[in-house]
């Protein structure tokens, strides 16, 4: 069973950088897609960025483009979400999500995704 723990959220200011982690167990990522999802108060769930580990194809909300960048490390098992200049806007709970193969590019709808991080909150003061 995947199981994927998030860590690295906090309360920055604009401007500030943070980097968030997801770490991946129980599967065979290498056909897998994962991503990175936001979810604001009262807001739906979006995605913020993803990737399909075997190739390293990248999709991004265009809110984040130049600004975040999503990357895996094959050995660690671990996803990471680099954020930078960040937004008061950018405040969320952030989860990591993993879509189970195949996938041929980045599902971009949470209901693609069938395993679920518990969140980790980001909070950016202006």
């Known amino acids: 069973q995947v199981r994927l723990v998030e860590s690295g959220g906090g309360l920055v200011q604009a401007g500030s950088s943070l980097r968030l982690s997801c770490d991946a167990s129980g599967g065979d990522f290498d056909r897998y897609a994962m991503a990175w999802f936001r979810q604001a108060s009262g807001k739906e769930r979006e995605l913020v960025a993803g990737i399909l580990w075997n190739t390293g194809r990248t999709k991004y909300h265009r809110s984040v483009e130049g600004r975040f960048a999503i990357s895996r490390d094959n050995v660690q098992n671990t996803v990471t979400l680099q954020m930078n200049s960040l937004k008061p806007e950018d405040t969320a709970v952030y989860y990591c999500?993993?879509?189970?193969?195949?996938?041929?590019?980045?599902?971009?709808?949470?209901?693609?995704?069938?395993?679920w991080g518990q969140g980790t909150q980001v909070t950016v003061s202006s």
């Open positions: 999500a993993a879509s189970s193969p195949p996938n041929f590019w980045v599902p971009p709808q949470k209901d693609q995704y069938d395993s």
